[in-house]
């Protein structure tokens, strides 16, 4: 098994991945809070992590992926203030929070397939699993980790040495945000302490309820992931995930209650993916005009075009979001896409060459192991579609990477877009000549010449300018 290593947030820096049980890899994923569509920096975010469960998959691990949904409980601050997103959505829209659930998740899911995200082995609503939620809490309550004030229970953060582990924060910084919090919360015993269930709710409109040993009520957020990843990934888990912002307060909570409750380690590497800003800062869904993945379609842009745009940045970076990154992207896809369609077309020049083919795996393997460097993969794949081989082991190596880049890129252009793109690859190849011309390089001109020979396609100067025909 190949060597693959990455930056923990727990420990700090880059460690060598071993996971727990020898080839196999448990892997949970912070899923959406389905109150609205999924914007494009949520989405850089899942094809990040689609990245480290492909590289898994590629490296020979047996991967399973567990992923929630977020249908309850999860209040606009982040943290225990603030109205509740599910009711904000319904109210907004006119509808139940379960159908608002419903239709968001689905839009999720239509999003994960444009961009060819792996769905997850399992995705779990958070409303599915009340009884195991309410079973931890009362672990919670039994071992001494949680105490009941003003009618919710809450996790007395108190009762751990290390709850800060995961996050720069600390107690002192912490209270200047919870001093700015105009909606502080008087029953809290520490700062830090959370909701594990709510049942004196602040909101009357509060639709989803259901009964518990405390009274009736709901979750609150951060139980579902601890419950969901220990339902079905059991009691030591390898990998986490999630973006940055989710890293306090809600996997040092998820963290807390978790290791409380099974009273050991739980999660061994913390995986976080940086924001996509654009150049007014983080994007996020509750600053409204939220720019998704239908947006991008309609401005004509292949949602592959932005998983490229993704994978060129290291996930470690935060990403700046523009258009004229996109268009540049745009044209560099189609043009890898052209050439990718090229050499499948001229493939049967004879075998593989297993020998070339092994040492760009290799190198892809390596790059990719090594933090995910995905735009070292991307670099990689660009030395094959220029390297001193047959097309046959060309071939073989895109589709191979692209078991892990998923760029579609030996998936048929359509017929009549195959002209349109040679069309427009000739008119640059004439353009280019023309201006080689111009700067007396003849040399240079010559050889563009050839090269359209060499792809059939016969070039011819008049006063008029240059035209182009197919050679008989
Ligand atoms: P949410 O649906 O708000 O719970 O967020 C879903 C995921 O997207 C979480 O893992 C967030 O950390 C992540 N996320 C939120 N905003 C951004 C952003 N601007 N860039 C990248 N990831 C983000
Ligand atoms: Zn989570």
């Given at each position: 098994m190949s060597r693959i290593r990455f930056y923990n947030t727990l420990t700090k820096k880059v460690d060598d991945f071993k996971p727990v049980v020898e080839g196999k890899v448990s892997l949970y994923t912070c899923g959406p809070t389905v109150y609205h569509f999924a914007h494009i920096g949520n989405l850089r975010c899942y094809i990040m992590e689609d990245i480290l469960d492909r590289t898994l998959r590629y490296a020979g691990y047996d991967v399973k992926r567990v992923m929630n949904i977020t249908d309850v409980g999860h209040l606009s601050s982040d943290a225990d203030t603030g109205n509740d997103k599910m009711v904000e959505g319904a109210k907004r829209e006119h509808k139940t929070v379960m159908e608002i659930a419903k239709f968001y998740a689905d839009a999720f899911f239509s999003d994960l397939n444009k961009l060819n995200i792996r769905m997850p082995d399992v995705v779990e609503p958070a409303t599915n699993c009340i009884p195991e939620f309410i079973n931890m809490i009362q672990g919670l309550l039994d071992k001494g980790y949680a105490y009941q004030a003003g009618d919710n229970i809450y996790f007395d953060t108190s009762k751990l040495e290390n709850y800060y582990a995961l996050t720069n924060q600390n107690e002192d910084n912490l209270m200047v945000g919870v001093r700015d919090d105009v909606d502080e919360d008087t029953n809290k015993k520490n700062k830090a302490d959370f909701v594990l269930w709510f049942t004196k709710s602040k909101f009357e409109d509060q639709e989803l309820k259901w009964e518990s040993p405390w009274g009736v009520g709901y979750p609150g957020w951060h139980i579902e992931c601890s419950c969901i990843s220990m339902k079905h990934l059991g009691e030591r888990i390898d990998i986490h995930c999630g973006g940055v912002d989710n890293i306090f307060p809600h996997h040092t909570n998820e963290i807390a209650q978790s290791e409380a409750f099974i009273g050991h380690k739980w999660c061994n590497y913390w995986f976080h993916v940086h924001h996509l800003v654009d150049k007014n800062g983080k994007m996020s869904k509750s600053k409204g005009g939220i720019l998704t993945v239908s947006v991008l379609e309609e401005k004509g842009y292949n949602p592959l075009v932005y998983r490229m745009f993704c994978l060129q940045s290291h996930y470690r970076k935060p990403l700046e979001f523009s258009y004229e990154v996109m268009d540049n992207m745009k044209a560099a896809y189609d043009k890898l896409i052209r050439t990718t369609n090229r050499i499948k077309k001229d493939a049967n020049d004879g075998a593989v060459d297993k020998a070339v083919f092994d040492?760009?795996?290799?190198?892809?393997?390596?790059?990719?192991?090594?933090?995910?460097?995905?735009?070292?993969?991307?670099?990689?794949?660009?030395?094959?579609?220029?390297?001193?081989?047959?097309?046959?082991?060309?071939?073989?190596?895109?589709?191979?990477?692209?078991?892990?880049?998923?760029?579609?890129?030996?998936?048929?252009?359509?017929?009549?877009?195959?002209?349109?793109?040679?069309?427009?690859?000739?008119?640059?190849?004439?353009?280019?000549?023309?201006?080689?011309?111009?700067?007396?390089?003849?040399?240079?001109?010559?050889?563009?010449?050839?090269?359209?020979?060499?792809?059939?396609?016969v070039l011819k100067d008049s006063r008029e300018g240059t035209t182009w025909s197919l050679a008989e």
């Open positions: 040492s760009y795996k290799e190198k892809f393997l390596d790059a990719l192991g090594d933090d995910f460097n995905t735009s070292m993969a991307i670099t990689l794949l660009y030395e094959v579609l220029k390297a001193d081989t047959n097309n046959a082991t060309k071939l073989a190596l895109i589709e191979d990477f692209d078991q892990v880049l998923c760029l579609d890129l030996t998936k048929e252009v359509e017929a009549a877009s195959v002209d349109s793109e040679l069309e427009g690859f000739i008119n640059e190849k004439i353009a280019e000549r023309a201006e080689a011309k111009k700067n007396k390089d003849f040399a240079k001109a010559d050889a563009i010449r050839d090269e359209l020979l060499s792809k059939g396609i």
